[in-house]
C-alpha cells in the first residue's frame, strides 16, 4: 500500500518528497511541565519532583481490579513508548522510593481523577475505572517518550470532562478499514480520552457487519466495482467486511479502552449496498436489480415501509445488539430524499393505511417504529438531526451535522443531543492549502479552525445546556482511499476535538500548539501517519533572468502561536538541520539546484522535510494547486488513477465547473501554451444539481480546454482538444499550441468543454512560456 500523503509528491518540475524519518530535538521545557492534551481542568504545581527510572514500581492495593487494569494500562503504554516495564505490584509488597499508585475511592464524579505528583511518590485516585484510567493517561503524558529516566515536576491535577460524549465517526462503507486499523483507532482515541467510537458500517457504496440472518449483505453488499473513466477497463472489485468474531474482539478492546462503539446502520436511506443484496427491501414498486454503488452523493434509494422490512431491519438490529453492547444505537436518518416514496404505489397505499399523509411523517413513522424497537431492547436511539420530528421519542438522540443549530433545536425540545457540525467538525476537509495534502473536500479546515470551535451556546439555558452530550467530529471516507490518509485526516485534528470535548471553554491555541509538540513525539513512537500540516511550508517560484526566486512561507496560524518557528533549509542536498541557513528573504537559486527545508522551534525540527529540484519548468509550469478555481461549487481534490508527470499530488477541482485561472501572465509575446489533463470518473450523485453543470458545449468530438481571457466566458484565445478518456486516464499532454500575442497582462481562464458529465477532466498542470 502506498503511504499516503507522507508519500513521495513529484512534479516535472520539482521533485517534493517528504522525508519519513526526520530528527526531532526535545520539544520547549515549559512544554514538557504538564504537556497534557486534553488540558485538565486544575493544575496546582508542588515542590521537588518525582524522580522515575526503570526502579519505579506500581502498586495496587490488593483486590482493586480496577485500579490494577489502569496500572497494567499504564505500564503497557510506558513500555511501548520508553522501552521500560514498570512492574505491578500489590500495595504493601515492598517499600519503594519510587512508586506509582493507583486507589480507588469514593467520591469522583464518573471519568474524574485527580494524580498528585510528589517527590517518591505519584498517586492517581478515582472511584471509576475510566477515572483510573484517564489517570493513567495524563500521567504517561507528563514522561517525555524515549527516555530512560526523569522527573516529573511535583503537581496535584484534578481533573474531569466536559462532556461525557467525546467522539469520532468512522465511515467503514465508502472505504474499508482493517479491524487492526480500527484496533488501532481505538488505542490512540484512548490516549486522547476520547470515549465515543462511532461507527458508520452501513450505506450506499458497502455493507461492512457480518449478519448472520442475512448473507447476501456481506456476500453481495460488501463489494462494488469502482469506478472507471468511460471505455476504461473495469477495476478489480473492492470491499470487505467485519466478521462478526472480529466484531467482538474489537468491542471487547474497545472496553478495555474505556471506547463506547456506536454502531450506525443507517435508515431508510443510505441503503443501496442492502437492496442491492436484497432487492425486495427497494421502494421501487419494480423491484431493481441494483448494484452496489461507487458514487458519492445523496443516492435515491430508500427501503420501503412492509412489514416485511421492518422485520428485516429488526433482525438485523437483534444481532448488532447482541454484537454491541453500547447504550447507544444509531440509525442514521440522514439524506432520505423522498421521491421513490412519493412516486411508489405500493408505498402510498401504505401510507394512506397509517393514515400518513406526506412523505416526512412517513420517515418519522419509520424512525419511530424502530427506536420503540430499540427502547424495548433497553438501548437508546441516535440518529441524524432529520430524525428530529415532532413525536419523536424523548430518549432519542440528535446528532447535529447541518451546523450545530439541530443540537440546540434538539436541546430545546428537550432531546440530548450531540455536536457533529459540518463543515467544522468533518475531517474529510484538507487540512492546510499545502499541495502535500492527501485527497479530500477542497474546503480547508485546518488544526485551529478545529481547535476555535466552540460547542457552547450562551442562549441555552443551564437546563438546556445538560441536553448537549458534547462533540463528535466525522471522518466520512469517500476519499481516504488508505488506513493511512485516515490517519492523516484525523490526527492531530482529533486532539483539538478532544480538547473540546474535555477541557474547560477557557482555549488558547498558542498554549495547545506547545502541548501538541509532546503530543507529537507520541505519534511518531507509534508510527502514526499524523498530518504536520501546522507547521508546513508554503512555496512559491517566480523566475527572474536565468534564476528562480523561491518563496517560502509558514502558515499564518503557525506564526501567529509560535513566533519563533523558523525555516531551515540547504542547498547541496543534506537534510536541513537546526545549524542549517535560516530562510529570511526569497533566494535566487540557479535551475537544477535541489532546495530541501524544514520548520524548526528552536532546535526540534517540526515539520517534515521539504524537498524540490527546481528545472526548467519550475516557476512557469503551474499545477493545479498553483491556480485559482473559476468558482465555488464543489471544491475536491481527487487522485486520478495513473500516475503523471505532476506527481501524486492530487488534483484540485470543483467538480460543478472544472475551470481554472492562471493569474497575471505576460500575453505580449504570443506565448505557448502546453497543458497536461487527466480524466476522472465522474461518480456523483447530486440530484437536480446535476442540471447545473454545464456540457454539451464541445466543439471537437471529445471536448476541449479552452482558453480565455477577459473572464470565462470572455475572449477565445485557442482551444486545445481532448484525446479520449480512456487515453488521457493516463494523463495526456495536450500538444503546445502558440496564443496569439495581447498587451499586457491578464487573468487566463481554463475551462473544459465536453460532451457529457463523464468523464471529468481535471488540469493537471499547464506552462504559459515563450
Ligand atoms: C454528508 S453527514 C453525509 C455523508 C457524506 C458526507 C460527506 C451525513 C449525515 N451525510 O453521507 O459522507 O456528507 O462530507
Redesign the pocket.
Known amino acids: 500500500m502506498r503511504r499516503g500523503a507522507g508519500a513521495a509528491v513529484v512534479t516535472a518540475a520539482l521533485s517534493l518528497s517528504l522525508a519519513l524519518a526526520f530528527v526531532f530535538g526535545a520539544a520547549p521545557a515549559s512544554a514538557q511541565q504538564t504537556a497534557v492534551i486534553p488540558l485538565p481542568a486544575k493544575i496546582v504545581p508542588g515542590n521537588g519532583a518525582f524522580a522515575w527510572s526503570a526502579a519505579t514500581v506500581i502498586q495496587v492495593p490488593r483486590g482493586q481490579r480496577d485500579a490494577k487494569a489502569a496500572a497494567g494500562y499504564l505500564s503497557d503504554l510506558w513500555k511501548r513508548s520508553n522501552g521500560i516495564t514498570l512492574p505491578v505490584l500489590s500495595y504493601y509488597a515492598r517499600p519503594a522510593a519510587s512508586a506509582i499508585r493507583f486507589e480507588q475511592h469514593p467520591g469522583y464524579g464518573p471519568e474524574a481523577y485527580r494524580l498528585d505528583v510528589a517527590p517518591h511518590r505519584m498517586t492517581v485516585s478515582a472511584s471509576s475505572a475510566a477515572g483510573l484510567f484517564y489517570g493513567a493517561v495524563t500521567l504517561w503524558q507528563l514522561l517525555p517518550v524515549g527516555r530512560k529516566s526523569g522527573a516529573i515536576p511535583a503537581q496535584t491535577i484534578i481533573d474531569q470532562p466536559r462532556y461525557s460524549w467525546r467522539g469520532l465517526m468512522l465511515?467503514s462503507s465508502?472505504h474499508f478499514q482493517s479491524p487492526a486499523f480500527v484496533r488501532r483507532m481505538i488505542d490512540w482515541m484512548a490516549w486522547h480520552k476520547l470515549n465515543i467510537l462511532h461507527w458508520h458500517l452501513t450505506?450506499d457504496q458497502g455493507w461492512r457487519l457480518e449478519i448472520h440472518k442475512y448473507p447476501r449483505l456481506t456476500s453481495v453488499g460488501a463489494w462494488r466495482i469502482p469506478a472507471a473513466v468511460p471505455g476504461a477497463a473495469a477495476p478489480a472489485r473492492y470491499g470487505g467486511f467485519y466478521t462478526q468474531d472480529e466484531v467482538r474482539d474489537i468491542v471487547r478492546f474497545a472496553a478495555s479502552r474505556h471506547v463506547q462503539i456506536v454502531p450506525e446502520i443507517d435508515m431508510p436511506g443510505?441503503a443501496q449496498a442492502a437492496i442491492a443484496a436484497y432487492p425486495e427491501l427497494s421502494s421501487l414498486d419494480a423491484k431493481p436489480n441494483l448494484p452496489v454503488s461507487n458514487k458519492?452523493g445523496?443516492h435515491s434509494h430508500l427501503f420501503n415501509l412492509e412489514p416485511s422490512t421492518f422485520e428485516f431491519i429488526e433482525n438485523v438490529l437483534g444481532e448488532v445488539l447482541q454484537l454491541f453492547p453500547s447504550h447507544f444505537i444509531h440509525i442514521?436518518g440522514?439524506?432520505a430524499v423522498k421521491d421513490e416514496w412519493n412516486a411508489s404505489a405500493a408505498v402510498q397505499a401504505r401510507a394512506r393505511e397509517l393514515d400518513i399523509h406526506d412523505a416526512a411523517a412517513l420517515q418519522t413513522y419509520f424512525t419511530q417504529k424502530i427506536a420503540q424497537y430499540l427502547t424495548a431492547h433497553g438501548r437508546r436511539t441516535v440518529g441524524?438531526d432529520e430524525i428530529m420530528q415532532p413525536g419523536l421519542a424523548a430518549d432519542a438522540v440528535v446528532m447535529s451535522?447541518h451546523g450545530a443549530a439541530g443540537a440546540h433545536a434538539a436541546a430545546i425540545r428537550g432531546n440530548d443531543s450531540v455536536l457533529?457540525p459540518?463543515p467544522a467538525l468533518?475531517f474529510?476537509h484538507r487540512q492546510s492549502s499545502l499541495p502535500a495534502e492527501p485527497p479530500g473536500?477542497l474546503d480547508v479546515l485546518s488544526l485551529e479552525d478545529v481547535y476555535g470551535f466552540e460547542p457552547h451556546d450562551p442562549r441555552l439555558t443551564d437546563a438546556q445546556r445538560r441536553h448537549i452530550l458534547g462533540v463528535q467530529a466525522?471522518l466520512?471516507t469517500?476519499h481516504m482511499q488508505t488506513e493511512q490518509r485516515v490517519e492523516w485526516m484525523a490526527l492531530p485534528r482529533a486532539a483539538a476535538v478532544a480538547e473540546i470535548g474535555w477541557s474547560a471553554q477557557t482555549r488558547s491555541w498558542p498554549d495547545f500548539l506547545e502541548r501538541l509538540s509532546s503530543m507529537s513525539d507520541r505519534y511518531r513512537i507509534f508510527d502514526l501517519n499524523y498530518a504536520d500540516s501546522v507547521y508546513g511550508i508554503q512555496q512559491r517560484f517566480t523566475r527572474a533572468a536565468d534564476a528562480i526566486v523561491v518563496t517560502m512561507s509558514n502558515l499564518p496560524e503557525l506564526r501567529d502561536a509560535a513566533p519563533d518557528a523558523a525555516i531551515r533549509y540547504t542547498l547541496d542536498g543534506r537534510e536541513p538541520t537546526a545549524a542549517s541557513a535560516l530562510y529570511a528573504q526569497p533566494l535566487e537559486v540557479a535551475v537544477g539546484s535541489e532546495i530541501r527545508a524544514a520548520t524548526f522551534i528552536g532546535r526540534a525540527q517540526v515539520s517534515r522535510t521539504w524537498n524540490a529540484r527546481l528545472d526548467a519548468h519550475t516557476g512557469v509550469r503551474r499545477t493545479s494547486h498553483e491556480l485559482d478555481l473559476c468558482g465555488d461549487g464543489v471544491g475536491l481534490l481527487l487522485e486520478p488513477r495513473a500516475a503523471r508527470t505532476s506527481g501524486d499530488a492530487p488534483l484540485a477541482v470543483d467538480i460543478m465547473n472544472p475551470c481554472w485561472i492562471y493569474r497575471d501572465v505576460d500575453l505580449g509575446q504570443g506565448p505557448q501554451i502546453a497543458a497536461a489533463v487527466s480524466a476522472l470518473p465522474f461518480n456523483y450523485e447530486l440530484g437536480q444539481d446535476a442540471a447545473k453543470i454545464r456540457v454539451g458545449d464541445n466543439k471537437t468530438p471529445a471536448g476541449e480546454l479552452e482558453v480565455r481571457v477577459d473572464g470565462c466566458d470572455g475572449r477565445m484565445l485557442g482551444a486545445l482538444p481532448l484525446p479520449p478518456a480512456v487515453r488521457a486516464e493516463i494523463q495526456a499532454k495536450l500538444p503546445a499550441y502558440r496564443l496569439p500575442a495581447i498587451a499586457g497582462r491578464h487573468d487566463v481562464c481554463l475551462r473544459f468543454a465536453r460532451p457529457s458529465l463523464d468523464p471529468l477532466w481535471a488540469l493537471d498542470w499547464v506552462e504559459i512560456g515563450t
Open positions: 465511515d465508502r450505506d443510505h458519492w445523496v442514521g440522514d439524506e441524524w451535522w457533529a459540518d468533518y474529510d473536500r466525522n466520512w469517500e
